[in-house]
């Protein structure tokens, strides 16, 4: 029904920038708030990033001020711009969607597959 699929990642040294993208298919009239996770290995995942509808935003307290989230709703695609990367934003990122509303009606909590962002010191 729907898909969302993450795209962009890499390997960048430390101190440099990265945009990863995630892309949502599938016969969608709205999403609701898309966010960004990420997963080190050994570690649980975490929020990063969140985006209203309305296009408000909010950020973990670790990347504020060097990420960026943004939304381009006629494309149904969320945006990460990570700039001044260092080696412990090493992780695989991850969209989600906290709700999407379909022509039939809404569905859940819908998860990407991710994509490795690697930041060598």
């Known amino acids: 029904q729907v898909q969302l699929v993450e795209s962009g990642g890499g390997l960048v040294q430390a101190g440099g920038s990265l945009r990863v993208s995630c892309a949502a298919s599938?016969?969608?009239?709205?999403?609701?708030?898309m966010e960004w996770f990420r997963q080190a290995p050994g570690k649980q995942r975490e929020f990063v990033a969140r985006i209203t509808s309305a296009g408000i935003t909010n950020y973990a307290d670790s990347v504020k001020g060097r990420f960026a989230i943004s939304r381009d709703n006629a494309k149904n695609t969320v945006y990460l711009q990570m700039n001044s990367l260092q080696p412990e934003d090493t992780a695989r990122y991850y969209c989600?969607?906290?709700?999407?509303?379909?022509?039939?009606?809404?569905?859940?909590?819908?998860w990407g597959q991710g994509t490795q962002v690697t930041v060598s010191s």
């Open positions: 599938g016969n969608i009239f709205r999403i609701e708030d």
């Open positions: 989600h969607a906290d709700q999407v509303f379909l022509r039939h009606g809404p569905v859940y909590d819908r």
